[in-house]
């Protein structure tokens, strides 16, 4: 076999066990919404109307499709993953409309067409005298330990001017509004996030290292109604990114996260 020959088949080994994209992107996993297998409905105890989340197709592409009325509920990715070694995701997402009375800011418009939701796991070796106490009767009146905290990626329905807004509800939860209005109704729009900066600059902390991934579609408080779409949502790293969750908790590093139009 020749030089280049060689060559050649090396970048292919390299590539299937690396599981790298174009431009040394290395990836966790890429969900395609062929079916939900790897998904959960979570639900609210005081909210009795639940999302709607089914698998839309249109010719050989399919999407999950999220329709709210007065309802909410929460679908989940079943496995967690370390922040750190794959910090950033990118999906792509559409909505049908904004949601009438919809407002970030107050508890009464805090409804959203749709978000991706990024919880945090509650981590006992990092935490305080007084988390853990708290966390500890969580624990022992619901059998596990809640989130820590979470980061909303929102697409809001106003045109607030802030791109970061605490959650009217708790502290812990930080609104990142990557979208806003309906000027962008009815086309899909790409998102690229980068996770450990995001958190950072919501929070003036470092994340927990272990996290969970969610998709929402929620229009109890407004009682409204909502319809929209994510066409794929893939969690990875770049070739800049850090390898070890200890050398990223050393020295923070990442880049500004892309957004742009499909």
């Given at each position: 076999?020749?030089?280049?020959?060689?060559?050649?088949?090396?970048?292919?080994?390299?590539?299937?066990?690396?599981?790298?994209?174009?431009?040394?992107?290395?990836?966790?996993?890429?969900?395609?919404?062929?079916?939900?297998?790897?998904?959960?409905?979570?639900?609210?105890?005081?909210?009795?109307?639940?999302?709607?989340?089914?698998?839309?197709?249109?010719?050989?592409?399919?999407?999950?499709?999220?329709?709210?009325?007065?309802?909410?509920?929460?679908?989940?990715?079943?496995?967690?993953?370390?922040?750190?070694?794959?910090?950033?995701?990118?999906?792509?997402?559409?909505?049908d409309?904004?949601?009438?009375?919809?407002?970030?800011?107050?508890?009464?418009?805090?409804?959203?067409?749709?978000?991706?939701?990024?919880?945090?796991?509650?981590?006992?070796?990092?935490?305080g005298?007084?988390d853990?106490?708290?966390?500890?009767?969580?624990?022992?009146?619901?059998?596990?330990?809640?989130?820590?905290?979470?980061?909303n990626?929102?697409?809001?329905?106003?045109?607030?001017?802030?791109?970061?807004?605490d959650?009217?509800?708790?502290?812990?939860?930080?609104?990142?509004?990557?979208?806003?209005?309906?000027?962008?109704?009815?086309?899909?729009?790409?998102?690229?996030?980068?996770?450990?900066?995001?958190?950072?600059?919501?929070?003036?902390?470092?994340?927990?290292?272990?996290?969970?991934?969610?998709?929402?579609?929620?229009?109890d408080?407004?009682?409204?109604?909502?319809?929209?779409?994510?066409?794929?949502?893939?969690?990875?790293?770049?070739?800049?990114?850090?390898?070890?969750?200890?050398?990223?908790?050393?020295?923070?590093?990442?880049?500004?996260?892309?957004?742009?139009?499909?």
């Amino acid at each position: 076999m020749s030089r280049t020959g060689i060559s050649l088949m090396c970048l292919v080994i390299m590539a299937f066990f690396s599981d790298a994209y174009p431009g040394n992107e290395q990836v966790l996993f890429r969900e395609e919404f062929q079916d939900l297998a790897k998904w959960k409905e979570e639900f609210f105890p005081k909210i009795p109307r639940h999302t709607t989340y089914s698998i839309g197709n249109q010719g050989d592409r399919s999407y999950l499709k999220t329709q709210s009325g007065s309802s909410a509920s929460l679908l989940i990715y079943t496995e967690t993953f370390d922040v750190y070694a794959f910090p950033r995701v990118r999906w792509s997402w559409k909505i049908d409309g904004i949601i009438e009375n919809g407002d970030a800011k107050t508890r009464q418009g805090d409804d959203y067409p749709i978000r991706v939701y990024i919880a945090f796991e509650y981590d006992p070796d990092r935490a305080g005298f007084l988390d853990r106490t708290r966390y500890g009767v969580m624990k022992a009146l619901y059998g596990q330990y809640p989130p820590h905290s979470s980061l909303n990626y929102i697409w809001a329905n106003l045109q607030h001017k802030e791109d970061v807004l605490d959650s009217p509800y708790t502290d812990r939860s930080r609104m990142i509004l990557l979208e806003k209005g309906g000027r962008l109704a009815g086309v899909w729009v790409q998102e690229d996030i980068d996770i450990i900066r995001d958190y950072e600059r919501a929070f003036g902390e470092k994340p927990p290292a272990r996290a969970t991934i969610g998709i929402m579609n929620d229009s109890d408080n407004t009682g409204g109604s909502a319809t929209s779409y994510i066409d794929y949502l893939m969690v990875y790293r770049a070739s800049g990114d850090l390898d070890t969750p200890g050398a990223a908790l050393a020295s923070p590093q990442g880049s500004i996260p892309v957004h742009s139009e499909n």
